[in-house]
Structures are given as C-alpha cells and as structure tokens.
C-alpha cells in the first residue's frame, strides 16, 4: 500500500470551547470547520467515551465536515451520529486515493459503529512456488507475501489447497519438504517411494531437469494448461514408440493428476483469465457479500462474507467500502466484476491500482460471460443470504427458549461456555466458547494454560476458580462495568435505548423543522435497524459451567471476589446418571436443582453447548500434550534460540550426543561461547 505524507490534527476547536461544559453536535463541529482547510482527507468523529463511531474520507475535508454542521436534510441516522460527536480527529493526505485507503484500513482497525464493517476478515491460502532454494518447493501460503517465489491464488478453501497440492506432487513430482529436511536427507524419503517427489536431495534428477519440473507447474498453475497437457502428451506417444512402457506409464499418471486439478474448480471461465467477482444481496435489513476467485480460466473457490451495515443504506453504498476494506491486505487481480454500480468507482479503481502498483479495473458487466457469472455469484448470495437468516432466527428461538428456562429477562446476546481437560493434572488447560445469535462464535474461543503452582494436581475446582479469574480481572480491566449496557436485571432494551436517543435528537432539531409523521418514520427506521444490531457484547448474559455443586461453588467465590455476583446468570451442568445425555441436571446459585424435559430443544442446543467446549479443551489439551512430548531438552536451557538449536544439532546430530560432548567440543560450535557451553554442560551432568 502506498503510504501518503500525512499529517494529524486533534482538537481544532478545543480553545473554543467553553471550560467545564460538554458541548455535542453540530455546535462542537461548527468549530472544528472554522479551521478546517480545503484539502484531501480522514475524519474521526469520537463519542462521550472518546470511541471512534464514525470514519469518514474526503476530497475536502472543510467542505464535507460543513455537512455535519446542521440535522437538516440529514437521514436519522447522521442525525443521531452528529448528535454524539464530543471530539474530532483528522488526517491530511496528498490524494483522495490515498484518503480512502487510510479510510479502509481505519475503520478495519478501530470498527466505528456507524460505518460498514466487513467483520468476518479470514485470511485466504495460496499454492507458493518458493524460489528460495536451488531446488524450489511446493507449499500452501497464508498470510503476508514475504517469501521470494510465484504466487497462485488466493483459493476459498484449505481443502482445496491440499488437493490441488496432492495432485500437482503427481503431476510434477515437486518436493514439500523444509529446506533443513532437504539438506539433512542421505537417501530419499517416503514421498520419492510413492512417486510425489523427484527427490533433488539426493541427486535422483539432476538441478536442469527439476527446474524443468518447477517451470511446468508454474505455467500451468498460470493458465497455460493446454500447452502444458499437450507436451505431456506428446512425450507419452514418444516414450510408447520407443517400447519404454515405463515412462510412458509415469507420464499418463502425470496427465491424469493435472486432470484433476481442472476439473475440481467447478464452473470454469473461457474469456475470464483472473478476476475477483464481488456481488451482493440485501434482504430483511442483512446483507450478504458473495467473492468468487477466478485464476487462470478457472473458479478457484468462493466466499461468503456478512458485513454490519445500517440498514438505510444501499447495496451499491455496502459494496463498495466492503471492496475497500477487503482489499486492505490482499492483492487485488487487474480485474474486478461488481453486481452493482459503485458510488466511487474511479476513486476506487484509482486507490487500489495505487495500492497494488498495476491496474486495476472494476467492471459491471452488461452482457456475455462475465454477466453470467455476476448473475451467478448473485444467486449464491441471495441463497446464502436466505440460509443465514433461517439460521439466524432458529437461533433466536433457541435463545428465547434458554433465557425462558434460566430465569432470564431477556434473550442472552451472549454466552460463554466453560470446560477443563487434563490427565491427572498434566498440561491442564481451560476452555472457553461463545454463542450468540448468530451460532457459534469461534473467532472469540479462548483457552487458558494453568499457571497456578500452588493447585493440587486434577484439582478441578481450582483450575476453574484459576481460570474464570484470569478471564474477568482482563475484562473488568479492558471493558469496566461502567461502560457496560447496565447490570443484567436492570438494564433496558436496546430499543428503549435507541428510542430515548432518538428523542434528545427530536430535541436537538431546531433548523428542521420536521413535522410528526417525519418523526414517526425516523422512529420506525431506528427501530428496524435496532432489529438488525446483532453486534456480539464485551460481556456475557449467562455463563455455563461443565459441573456440579462444586464447580458452581468454585466459580460462585470466584465471581464474587470480583464483585460480580449479581452481574452474570450463572447455570452449571452436571452429567446425567451414567452420565446420559437427555439427564442432565442444572444447577442455579439461590434455586434447587431441576431438569429439562427430555426432549425439549433448549436442552439439545445447551448439550451442543457443552459439547463443543468439551471438544476445543480436549484439543487444545491434545495440541499442549503433543508438544511438549516433541520438545527437546535444548528449549530448556536459557539462552538457546532457534539459531544456536540449529547449529548444536548440526553439529552433533542430536540432543543426546550433545548431553555426552565435553565443554570445549561444545564451545566450538559457531556462536556458542565458553560459558554457554558451560551451561550447556551443566544442563546435562547435573547429577554430577
């Protein structure tokens, strides 16, 4: 991304304002724009918290903010945004293309809540070619493109990604191993012996003839597919002319796995070479942005993404700040199909070929093939849109039902679902889950490693206690009481809230001059959009426990060490007799104990509940276990990193003839001087 000589400018109109008193909305922003200048830009609109609520970009900063300055001819919403302004912040850029990418990357990081926020930000694999090594190898790629070599992508799937992998092995017998694998080989490895490696380790094909390989896969990984087949092919009628079966079978091995690899891409492109493919879908106030990959003339996956937006606003005003920010840290392809007509296209176009240094252009397609997979990806949006709202309101029956069988006022936005897995108390680790309206919320899954060296060993009482104490001492630290909604049994409804913010704003309307009706409707529209607010809280309504009494005892003094007794409905599940599912008893602190019928499907969804949290401890319990059996004796020793590891191991083969050598023939291992031989040494002769 290029970067912009910008410039930051706080609190223009702090000297302005008068001492003591807390001025909001348009009289605030007034002043800001008496010192505003006419030049490209980013504004930050900040509430009474000193949150960001709002990120906007413009051609002219002064001129633009102008607009802030008054509620007349503004939608309820930017009413009640100007209304919560207390403070702004701005950002001077040479360009407006450089504007709108600082924009994107701003709102990514900060998530104001009156802009359009792409939410679910996965990171998409790539098939790498990594040129690094003289002999090149075959990897998956995610994250940042660092490593030198050719990169094809990105593809929606992992899965995809292995199978394309699997199969390219087949076809160009190219290695996947590290290149400290690679170094250390003396003969070939499993990978030669089942024909998915030319194994260059070991000289079984020379450096030419593997570079051959190397550039095969490239091209057709690049498009040229036919061209690459054809050769394959000709080299087979060859090898068959000249009676050597062998190679011709190896050969006809090779065409079918690049067979393969075309026909799993489902629907393919004749004129579409690369492209991203961007359309959307508005439906009951949601939306629902489909992606589809194109790369060399075929669909290498796709995607569906649900950004928060207000529900006021457009498809085509959705779709493209959702480009912006998708783009943020990926390469855009040199072209982009949209289904809708974008409000900033140019600006757009403009930013991201200034982001990615090539052209990017972004096309509505009006007819032919490229119409025809807009069309396509609309379809799939609409679809994905419609399963996501059966889903969405299942789920909000579910969680009517749950707040109906545990005592709560309202439907839990969230819940956190606790679990701990050990064995005898080895590598015991805690687990936590989240649900919401919308499922299952791994993005917030969390697991704690027991720290404590005080506990009894399986003592799960105390791991409990440990770990719901590390979870609310940060959260009591990051996000305090006082800036939660209100206590559990007294705060309103988001409704109820809206509705009395909407009524300051009424208040604060003196230049609009709006009539009943016109309020009816703005209230109507913020009742609506409060429908669609399903932004996941800070804090969770219910806490689920994987016990009995005494866990719910443990986690009962836990929370109220940290004052929080009243604050969180608290449910703990204990095991049926045998421990059957369907005969689980709950636990509430203040009630006795009761069950569920059974077959009532608040009692399923609390046992997927359970389930799932007693799955993710296991795994990450598994995950711990298995890395510390894998872990050397070197990782002990203070002052030995990755690097001196490396050269140790090269040197002696291995950690235990590392714990025979003597102190010098350790110290004359590059970068490993006297006294950290010492220590070496005394790591391993302690008993002597």
Request: proline share 4%.
């Amino acid at each position: 991304m290029a970067r912009s000589k910008s410039r930051t400018d706080k609190n223009y109109a702090g000297k302005k304002l008068s001492e003591g008193k807390t001025i909001t909305g348009p009289e605030i922003i007034k002043a800001f724009v008496k010192n505003l200048p006419a030049t490209p830009g980013v504004y930050r609109m900040f509430d009474s918290n000193s949150q960001v609520i709002y990120v906007g970009k413009a051609r002219n900063l002064k001129a633009r903010v102008s607009n802030y300055t008054r509620y007349e001819g503004n939608p309820v919403r930017t009413c009640r945004m100007i209304s919560a302004t207390t403070n702004m912040e701005f950002v001077h850029t040479n360009t407006e293309a450089e504007a709108l990418l600082l924009e994107a990357n701003m709102i990514k990081r900060l998530k104001p809540r009156y802009n359009v926020l792409m939410r679910d930000d996965k990171s998409f694999p790539y098939i790498l070619i990594a040129t690094d090594h003289s002999a090149p190898q075959l990897l998956k790629h995610r994250g940042a493109r660092r490593a030198k070599g050719h990169y094809f992508g990105p593809f929606a799937s992992p899965a995809a990604v292995e199978r394309t992998i699997a199969a390219l092995q087949k076809a160009f017998l190219l290695r996947n191993c590290s290149n400290s694998y690679f170094s250390a080989r003396s003969r070939p490895c499993m990978q030669h012996q089942i024909k998915r490696c030319a194994a260059p380790c070991t000289g079984k094909i020379t450096k030419t003839d593997y570079l051959e390989l190397v550039e095969e896969a490239r091209l057709f990984l690049a498009g040229q597919t036919k061209s690459v087949q054809q050769n394959l092919l000709n080299e087979m009628n060859k090898a068959a002319a000249i009676m050597d079966f062998e190679r011709a079978a190896i050969l006809r091995d090779r065409i079918s796995a690049l067979t393969i690899v075309q026909s799993q891409g489902g629907i393919g492109a004749k004129t579409v070479k690369e492209a991203d493919i961007f359309a959307i879908h508005q439906q009951a106030g949601q939306y629902c942005v489909q992606v589809f990959f194109f790369r060399a003339f075929q669909n290498w996956g796709n995607h569906a993404f649900y950004p928060r937006a207000d529900n006021s606003l457009s498809e085509s005003e959705v779709l493209g700040p959702f480009i912006t920010q998708f783009y943020q840290t990926r390469t855009p392809p040199k072209q982009i199909l949209v289904s809708h007509q974008l409000e900033d296209h140019q600006l757009l176009e403009s930013a991201l070929s200034l982001q990615s240094e090539h052209k990017v252009k972004i096309i509505i397609p009006k007819r032919g093939e490229k119409l025809e997979l807009v069309d396509h990806a609309t379809l799939n949006a609409r679809e994905a849109l419609g399963r996501q709202l059966a889903k969405t309101s299942s789920q909000k029956k579910l969680l009517q039902g749950v707040a109906q069988a545990f005592g709560l006022k309202e439907m839990p936005r969230r819940i956190e679902v606790y679990d701990n897995s050990h064995i005898s108390g080895t590598n015991a680790v805690g687990a936590m889950i989240v649900a919401g309206v919308e499922g299952l919320v791994k993005k917030h899954y969390r697991s704690f490693n027991i720290k404590s060296t005080t506990l009894t060993p399986g003592d799960d009482f105390a791991m409990m206690r440990e770990v719901l104490g590390r979870r609310f001492s940060r959260l009591l630290r990051e996000s305090p009481l006082d800036q939660r909604e209100s206590p559990l049994d007294q705060r309103e409804s988001p409704l109820d809230e809206r509705e009395s913010h909407l009524d300051k704003n009424e208040k604060k309307l003196p230049e609009g001059k709006q009539d009943n009706q016109e309020l009816d409707d703005q209230k109507q529209e913020t009742q609506q959009e409060t429908q669609n607010d399903d932004v996941l809280p800070d804090w969770p309504d219910l806490l689920l426990i994987d016990g009995g009494k005494g866990q719910l005892s443990a986690v009962q003094k836990t929370l109220q060490e940290l004052e929080l007794e009243n604050t969180i409905k608290l449910v703990a599940i204990a095991k049926g007799e045998e421990r059957d599912a369907g005969r689980e008893t709950f636990h509430i602190p203040g009630q006795k104990p009761f069950m569920l019928p059974a077959r009532d499907p608040v009692l399923y969804f609390v046992q997927r509940l359970r389930d799932e949290a007693h799955r993710f401890a296991i795994g990450n319990h598994r995950a711990r276990r298995k890395k510390q059996l894998v872990q050397n004796p070197l990782d002990q020793i203070e002052g030995i990193g990755p690097g001196r590891k490396r050269s140790l191991l090269s040197s002696f083969g291995s950690a235990k003839a590392i714990s025979r050598a003597a102190i010098a023939d350790i110290a004359s291992v590059k970068g490993i001087s006297k006294q950290l031989a010492t220590k070496i040494y005394d790591h391993f002769n302690r008993a002597n």
